[in-house]
Structure formats: C-alpha cells, structure tokens
C-alpha cells in the first residue's frame, strides 16, 4: 500500500508543479515594470515541475505517465514560448 500511496502523491505533487508553473506564465506581463522578477520565478517554477514530473515518472501508471508526458510537452512550449520573446 505505501508504494501506491507514495505513486499517488508524487503524482499529485507534479500536477500541482505543473499548475503553478502554468499559472506563473499566464501572470507575465512581458511589458511590465517586473518583468525580470516575473520572469525568475516562472524560471523556478518551470523547473520546479520538471522535477517532480521526472520522480513522478519513475513510478507513474500508464494514465499518469500519459498525463505527465502532456505536461513536459506543455512545459516546454512555455520555454519556448519565453526564449523566442526574449531574442
């Protein structure tokens, strides 16, 4: 039961991850006076999510493998997105 439990909570720690780090990119204001420090924390919080959603994986069923690969996809259209803004 522990490895379930423990299966379940990383999941959920990576969705939350991935949702704060969605939400930190929906707050930027790209001409904004705070744009730099706007722009760090989405940077940590990017990267904060690939963390979890790399321990989640190890242990992750099929559905939530499926989930967590659409959230490394999405993740990385948001540095995409923030590294062409930034040429």
């Known amino acids: ?27 930027i204001v790209k001409d904004g006076a705070d744009y730099g420090s706007q722009l760090k924390h989405l940077t940590e919080e990017v990267n904060e999510a690939y963390q979890q959603i790399n321990n989640a994986l190890e242990n992750a069923s099929e559905t939530q493998r499926q989930r967590l690969e659409q959230y490394q996809r999405d993740l990385q259209k948001i540095v995409n997105d923030v590294n062409q803004s930034n040429t």
């Open 1 to 27: 039961m522990p490895y379930n439990k423990n299966k379940q909570q990383s999941f959920q720690a990576a969705q939350q991850g991935a949702t704060d780090a969605f939400d930190a990119y929906e707050n």
